[in-house]
């Protein structure tokens, strides 16, 4: 076992022993600032707040109970009754020779795995992927890796908008104005161009609109020839889709579009009715404010001239269609029914805020025992900007597609690795611009905290030096290179620390589980980012200050080779887990 679970476990224990009733499930310790020792833990004090104890003497009576002399030196009650644990060098160099061993890489797999539904990604049926894709995309990805290596179950599952009233639109102006040259050319253009026209002209001429809800009318009955052009534009645009995954390197366990559910959407509003979560207003269905929160919180309300109006979640239109609210509820009776899921995590656009608290509020209401099986969560997250701080759009002003922005995030790579290697084959090059390219507009993406807007600075994010991904890239491939003039394979070296710089980046390599569980648990990659960020840091200031090939002996060689391999791993395994590509040499 790692040894800081070992201390939480056996810090579990104590507190049972001292508190029989107590919940230790938040009893943990975390990594903390070197002043006060390896790692600390708080739990004690929020624990005695609630059971209305003394912190320092609740504290005291733990560490009496508490047996971690195998793995720490004494422990310390610190402050208000923080304790603060040092571990034995001893110890740190048993896990680093075990993680040399290949016994683990600084992680555990979860105690208690979880099953988690991924829904990420989502983009609309004949409608191009663009820049904002990549936040869902990138996001939920990072996050289904990081939940599989920790062992938990997902399932990502990519809930594509295939569905809606923009296919009376669509089929509308497929049959009157459609190019099938330039459908076959440029598909997503052509749908694209055709849902523009028709709406345009539709704004001009409302009885055109009616058409158009004729249509859609007819797709919904199931209408033979509309059916078959709605498939036709489902398969033009999950080329597009699967094109942009490729080079992602996204994969899903299912793709399940919104029109899957269409055969359950009838039952849940039914059933709503009848459980009177819902009720008709104005013909419609909707769900209402059930007067438990309070008005600003409850996202059934919005204020109008200083007045709370209803504002409801509408689950059936006038005219009898159904609603995205509709769909969603569906789908969480279909998951939980298909998983039984331990929680269902939304990766969508935070504009989409209000959307969520409602339908998380009307599960909660219509499926109560559920609810307390299965969280619901919303990950949110903010918008790409330009430099003027407007949202990211091409020059001319149109939105930038995905694709056209992952060919210049190559192009643009190839330029500086040709720079740096002119001498390189130019498949090699190649090679490299993908990878580096790809890899720096997911970390920039990655990287801030999720829920602030971010510019997009593609010299800031290409960058060799500071917060990237090619700075984190080029650190693995400079290690390799320490392997590659290293004569002869090492194995099972032994490790010996006894240099500073050795202890801290030994001490930042056992924090690598530490991170994986944050992320998994707050939904942030960008912890991960930072932590590979900083092990570059670590690493560089032991390179400076500790000779790995020209150590003073063979046995100190030897011990620090075994630290940069287990670096130049960790710094993989990372980066995979945001998943981005690392190359041998750059
Ligand atoms: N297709 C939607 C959009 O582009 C996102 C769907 C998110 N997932 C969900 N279950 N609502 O806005």
Known sequence: MLPQKQIESALQAAVSAVLPAADVSAVLVRPCDPKFGDYQSNALMSLAKQLK???????????????????????????????????????????????????????????????????????????????????????????????????HTVVADNHIGDWGTQFGLLLLGWKKILDRAALEREPIAELE??????NAECDANPAQREEAKLELVKLQ?????????????????QK??????????????????????????????ADLLTRGIARESEGAVGVFSDGTLPPKEDPFLVSRDGEWVADPALVRKSDGGFNYMTTDLATIGYRLKTWSPTAIVYVVDDRQFGHFKKLFLTFARWKAE???????????????????????????????????????????????????????????????????????????????????????????????????????????????SIFRKA?????????HLAAEQELILAKHLLNFGFTLEAVAEEYRPNYLCNYLYELAGKFTGFYENCPVLKAEDEATRNSRLALCALTAQVLQQGLQTLGIETVEQM
């Open 53 to 151: 104890l003394n912190p320092r003497q609740l504290a005291t009576d733990v560490v009496a109970k508490l047996d971690v002399s195998a793995v720490c030196e004494k422990v310390e009650i610190a402050g208000a009754g923080f304790l603060n644990f040092r571990l034995k060098n001893s110890v740190l160099v048993a896990a680093l020779q075990s993680a040399a061993r290949g016994e683990h890489l600084f992680f555990a797999k979860a105690a208690a795995p979880k099953t988690v539904v991924v829904d990420f990604s989502s983009p609309n049926v004949a409608k191009p992927m663009h820049v904002g894709h990549i936040r869902s995309t990138g996001i939920g990805d990072a996050l289904q890796r990081t939940l599989r290596l920790l062992g």
């Open 193 to 198: 161009r055709i849902y523009k026209t028709t």
């Open 221 to 237: 009955a199931g209408d033979a020839e509309n059916v078959a052009i709605w498939q036709e534009m489902i398969v033009l645009s």
């Open 240 to 269: 597009q889709f699967a094109t942009i995954y490729r080079r992602l390197g996204v994969k899903f366990d299912v793709a399940l579009g919104e029109s899957f559910y269409n055969p359950w959407l009838g039952e849940v509003v």
């Open 370 to 480: 559920d609810s307390k099986r299965t969280k619901l969560v919303h990950v949110g997250f903010g918008k790409i900007l330009g430099d003027d701080g407007k949202p990211f759009k091409t020059r001319s002003g149109d939105t930038v597609k995905l694709g056209d922005l992952l060919d210049e995030a190559e192009k643009r790579a190839f330029k500086i690795v040709s720079e740096k290697s002119p001498d390189m084959p130019e498949a090699q090059r190649k090679e490299i611009a993908r990878v580096i390219g790809l890899g720096a507009v997911k970390y920039a993406d990655l990287l801030p905290n999720r829920q602030s807007d971010y510019i997009f600075s593609w010299d800031k994010m290409l960058a060799l030096t500071g917060n990237t991904a090619p700075y984190l890239q080029y650190a693995y491939a400079r290690i390799k």
């Open 487 to 495: 004569e002869g394979t090492i194995q099972n070296a032994e490790i």
